[in-house]
């Protein structure tokens, strides 16, 4: 495995790279593409906010894996980046309620787009990178912000009249009574992927009329995640509890996973965080988050849409064809070697993954608790008992078992 150091060279020269070999293609005040679809709603002066579709200089046909996280497991950092960079994304400030705006109505013509729409764009100024893998002080590697491509503001924006638009989107942004979570439900039964169900819902296009708001794209990708998980979380109810501990392990861009599947006929789910002192690699710090089947999650996450997210792909596990119940526990430990932030996807990505991976081989099954726990702490970084003493659902489910059983 490279290191700290290897990766952040190699980061920096992949970077600089990129901007040789793409410069030209940025270089105009008016590009054209196809865009995946991708739309970005940003959050900054909320509630008027920069909004814009996502276009890739001079890439035509079919550039759907663009935007498509869902079809990103196992592709590389680098790939990634490109699919990041390659958008360029235009601005135009908007108040959330202006709906009817013809600007708004072109982007939800987009999104509706069950296939990459033609798109011309043209600014006021050549885009530019406002956010890239570098940070502007000290020419270090940017970890704040996930990348993405150079940006500008709107002159005007057109759309191909050869859209292909999704009937059942359609029918749904139509429906000016039904309320917005069952919508969700509806596109997530129907086969549509939450990517393109958050962008739906980020354009304001579900719900009661008079409540339809434009969304960012960061609280609409959490509140995608949310809805279905809770609505999932009410199918497991009927299932039959698991009768064994099961621990599922997983990594991918140095973050390891550790999934532990716990007998219970009630659900419960607790995600522990750690992470690493960017300035001292031997220094972590741990936080978590957990619900019950009583009282639910009572705060937003102090993990954020990490949350969500993992606990949406556990949930999907759960009630695919195995059906099965039980509490989940889940340990991420982020490396110091995940030096860009990619987004909450890879996430609810990777452990979908890791479950896929999970059905084709030999689950690894423990009698005990205490077993479990050993068994998923190998390999991780930080101790156990760092894990533990963070984990309320340790404190509750172990009572049995003491910290000190395990020295």
Known sequence: MSSYLEIKKQLEKYWFSYLGENSKRFSSSTISGASPPSVFVGQYGYPKINIGPMVPADIHGDTSILDSPEAWPGKSLQEI???????????????????????????????????PAESELNFHKIPTFHQSLLSNQNNDLNKEFTPFGPQA??????????????????NLYSDNNIRANDAVIDLYNNGIEISQINKVLSLGMLGRKIKRRLVPTRWSISATDDIIASYLVKKIDMYQSIDQFEVIKYNHFSNYYSIILIPSDVWSFEMVEAWYDQNNVNKFFLESDYENSTTGLDHYPRIAGAYFAAKLGILEYLTSSKKRKCSVLIFREIRPEYLVPLGVWQIREGIREGLRSKQDITTT?????????????KEMRVPLLDWLKHSEMYKNYGKKTLISDFF
């Open 365 to 377: 099954s423990f009698s005990d608790f205490r077993k479990a726990l050993v068994y998923a702490s």
């Open 153 to 170: 503001e709107i002159k005007s924006f057109k759309l191909s009249s050869n859209t292909s638009t999704n009937k059942k989107i359609d």
């Open 81 to 115: 980046l490109n699919y990041r960079l390659s958008l360029v994304r235009g601005l135009n400030s908007i108040k959330i309620d202006d709906l009817e705006n013809k600007f708004i109505l072109s982007l939800q013509e987009l999104t509706m787009s069950s296939k």
